[in-house]
Structures are given as structure tokens and as C-alpha cells.
């Protein structure tokens, strides 16, 4: 470890900046955050740093730099931003033999200390450091940190500190209150503020604290949409929702890349469905949901896409708001959407289609039963999930209600993943041109002039 971590107060601490361009601004930009109060040398004080200075207070010392500006201060820390070498050596010498913090910008060998990227939610904040090695690298793990990290664990961090004394009081035992901790900053109390609930979440709080001697534990569902397959594709509230999760239950349509990025201790329980072969019946995954949540379990249901379209997410939540289990309910990027972007087939276009259709191709008794009269109007996408299978007779079907043999469609095989194909033909073709590929479910299915569109709009490239 070449630098060691550690956060400094500097609210209202003397620092000094050497230098007053855009970079020293950048800088200054940091310390007014920490409330410090800041010293600027230079001898030409740009417009930057004086717009500054009209809404921050700065002490602007516009001259050239001597030794004595170090030792006649006692400075807290010192940064010098200046593109001369000579002077940036001198400023870190000094600062050095008087135990004065330096940083000096772009010169890792002359820095005491180095500005790491920063991830603020006040109270909390996160810092990543290369050791001045790749800064760049250092922004793109902040930049994968402020996906984990919601603006509101700001506002969480205020309640805990808000209830810590209570709690403190209430528990003696240290490893009580990170059990209640625990279930407060990962639970339902969490999920009121960051729903922008603070006054609910403080009162339930309240209530838990009052009760946390008998209370029984009390388990939570979420029916999370994984998306069409992209690991990439997730919403930040899945994440944040599937890493805290003690159990998920998850669909065949759930990715391997996605499942990874759920907790690693918690438990994985798969209930997916094939075409004949359910590995649990519905009524069954929905008793299971429950009964996880008695368990006092937080449990996050995975669905492939969207959980409220043809994810049987409405019948799930039925089941538990029967059984008084609280849910939450995390919409996902559809397969509709999904697809048909990575494929390049916009699902609506001033030229092609006015309106888009959403129906299920499952077949039922060897048919599909679909409003054929609707699906067969022009000037309309009609996207077909499950149809696979049903793909000849849903062609044939459309032709006998009108559809003109030669309108496109295509097929999108696993699509938004490294694995995805796009197959594109006619109503009188596509079948034929099918059967003879190796076809790899899950597949979308899509009809309309759009798919015209496909060859000069395809930009996702696989492997």
C-alpha cells in the first residue's frame, strides 16, 4: 500500500493553492466541499477562479510565490496546481519539512498525498485511488460505484445517525445492534427513504426499536425484471435490491452474467419454465414466495424482461398481498425494447408503423388463438413473444387475414447478448428459412415494414 487511506477535516481549516487556472479550480472545487477555508497564489487569477470567489469566500493573493508564503501560515494542507516544474518542487520541499500535506497535480513524486476519485453521499462518502498510477481507471471505478451507491444513502446515513444513540441504548450488545442494523439499512426502513419516504421510514424505525425484543422477523419480496439478457441492461434498483437479497428465485430467461451479480452468499432457487417441462407450476412458485417471506427472508423474485408483461407478475403479487407480505415491484427492460433496439428495428417510425402490439405466441391445444383481424392491420409492429414454436402457423394465419405474403419479419434469437441473431424474411419464408438453423430460445418475434430497417440500422455487433 503506497498511500494509506484516510478522510481529513478541513471545515474551516486554512489550505493554500498554488496556481489559479482551470485545473487549480478543480481542486478549489473539492475543498469548498469540506468547507475549508482556502488560500489562492498566483500571479494571474483567472476568470474561473474569480466567478469562484464571487460565490465561495477565497483569499486571493495575486503575486508571484516565496518561501515565506509556506512558513509565515499554518497551513493545513497545500496544493499546487502550476504547470513549473521548479516551483512545484520547491512548494513540496517546503510543505514536506514543515509535515504540511502537498499535493502536487500530475506529479505523483512530489505528492504526500493525492486526491482520490470521490463518490459523495454526504454523510457517506466513497474513495478510489490508483496511487496516481491511472487516474482514469480510478473515475471508471467511481463511475461503477455511483451505480451501487443511490443518491439517497445520503439521506439513509442521516437517519442512522439521527437513531444511534437510541439504538445504542436500547442494544449493549454490539452484535445486537449490527443485527438490527442490519435489518434497518437493508429492509423495508431503507427502501421508505430511498422512495423519498423519510417521515414513514423514521416512524417505522421508531416502531421496530420499540418492538425489537419480540418482534418476529418479517421477509420482503421483490419481483425484479432482469431485462432481455445484458448483464448491462439491469436497472440500478434491481442491483442494489438482488445484492442484498437473502434468497433469489429465479426464471430459465435469467442470464448466468446476471444471477453472478446477486449476492454471492444468497441462496439461488430455480423455478424456471420450458415448453413442457415446468420445473414448478406457478401456484407453487407463488406459495414458495410466501412462505421465504414468513421466513423473514428478503427474497428477490428474477424474471426475465419485464415482471408485468407476460411475466405473470400480477398473479404473484396477488398471492402476497393476500398473505399481507410486503413487495416491491421493479420494472425491467422488455424484450420488445430490448431486441428490437439491439437489432436495429425501431418498434415505431413515421414512415413504417404508427402503433406496436404486444401478444404471446404459446401455443394452447397445438393453436394459436390471437386476434387475427387486429394483428393484420397495416401501418402497425406486432412483436410476438413465445412464438417459436408457432412460428409457422402464426405466419400462415396472418396471410389468411390479409397480410401481404412479402411483409418482413424477423427473428431475434437471445437477443442484447453475445449469442444474439437476428433472422429476417417474409411471412411466406421466414418458417422455411427457420427450420433449417439451429435456433436457440429465448426468441423474439417480430412483424411489420420496420424490419426493413434492420440492415441500416444494425449496430450491436457479437463475437
Known amino acids: ?202 416512524d417505522k424505525l421508531t416502531q421496530l426499536l420499540s418492538q425489537a425484543d419480540n418482534i418476529a422477523a418479517q421477509g420482503e419480496v421483490y419481483l425484479v425484471g432482469a431485462g432481455p439478457g445484458a448483464a448491462d441492461l439491469l436497472t440500478f434498483k434491481a442491483l442494489r435490491l438482488m445484492q442484498q437479497a437473502d434468497v433469489v428465485v429465479y426464471d430459465r430467461l435469467v442470464s448466468q452474467e446476471i444471477l453472478e451479480l446477486a449476492r454471492r452468499d444468497s441462496e439461488k432457487i430455480y423455478v424456471g419454465k420450458q415448453r413442457d417441462n415446468h420445473s414448478l407450476e406457478q401456484t407453487s412458485i407463488n406459495t414458495l414466495l410466501v412462505d421465504l417471506a414468513q421466513q423473514g427472508k428478503r427474497v428477490v423474485r428474477l424474471k426475465g424482461g419485464d415482471p408485468f408483461i407476460f411475466g405473470r407478475g400480477g398473479e404473484e403479487i396477488e398471492t402476497l398481498m393476500a398473505h399481507n407480505i410486503s413487495f416491491q415491484v421493479v420494472p425491467g427492460v422488455t424484450a420488445a425494447s430490448g431486441c428490437a433496439t439491439y437489432a436495429g428495428i425501431p418498434l415505431t417510425h413515421r414512415d413504417h408503423a404508427q402503433s406496436c402490439t404486444f401478444v404471446t405466441g404459446h401455443l394452447k391445444n397445438g393453436s394459436v388463438n390471437l386476434n387475427w383481424k387486429q394483428l393484420t392491420q397495416p401501418n402497425q409492429t406486432v412483436v410476438i413473444y413465445m412464438g417459436l414454436v ?19 419479419i424477423a427473428l431475434i434469437q437471445q437477443g442484447t447478448t453475445q449469442q444474439q441473431r437476428v433472422i429476417t424474411g417474409t411471412l411466406a419464408t421466414l418458417a422455411e428459412i427457420v427450420a433449417t438453423e439451429n435456433i436457440q430460445p429465448p426468441t423474439l418475434i417480430i412483424i411489420g415494414t420496420v424490419v426493413k430497417l434492420h440492415q441500416q440500422l444494425a449496430w450491436f455487433e457479437t463475437n
Open 1 to 202: 500500500m503506497d498511500y494509506f487511506p484516510i478522510f481529513i477535516k478541513l471545515h474551516q481549516q486554512p489550505c493554500l493553492v498554488i496556481g489559479a487556472g482551470e485545473i487549480a479550480a478543480r481542486k478549489i472545487h473539492l475543498l469548498m466541499k469540506a468547507n475549508a477555508k482556502i488560500t489562492v497564489l498566483a500571479e494571474t487569477i483567472s476568470p474561473t477562479i474569480t466567478a469562484i470567489n464571487a460565490n465561495y469566500p477565497l483569499t486571493i493573493l495575486q503575486k508571484s510565490f516565496t518561501n515565506k508564503d509556506i512558513t509565515l501560515e499554518q497551513y493545513r494542507l497545500i496544493v499546487s496546481a502550476t504547470n513549473q516544474r521548479d516551483l512545484n518542487e520547491a512548494v513540496a520541499h517546503l510543505a514536506m519539512a514543515q509535515n504540511i500535506p502537498v499535493n502536487v497535480v500530475d506529479n505523483p513524486d512530489l505528492c504526500s498525498f493525492i486526491f482520490p476519485a470521490i463518490v459523495d453521499r454526504s454523510p457517506v462518502i466513497a474513495a478510489i485511488s490508483s496511487g496516481g498510477a491511472a487516474p482514469v481507471l480510478a473515475r471508471l471505478l467511481r463511475a461503477k460505484i455511483e451505480t451501487i451507491i443511490a443518491p439517497k444513502f445520503a439521506e439513509l446515513a442521516t437517519l442512522a445517525a439521527k437513531f444511534r444513540l437510541p439504538v445504542k441504548q436500547h442494544f449493549t450488545a454490539a452484535p445486537q445492534r449490527r443485527i438490527f442494523w442490519e435489518r434497518v439499512l437493508q429492509g423495508s426502513i431503507a427502501e421508505l427513504v430511498f422512495a423519498g419516504k423519510q417521515q414513514q421510514a423514521e
Open 390 to 408: 408457432g412460428l409457422e402457423k402464426i405466419c400462415s394465419r396472418m396471410i389468411d387475414y390479409g397480410s401481404p405474403k412479402n411483409l418482413p
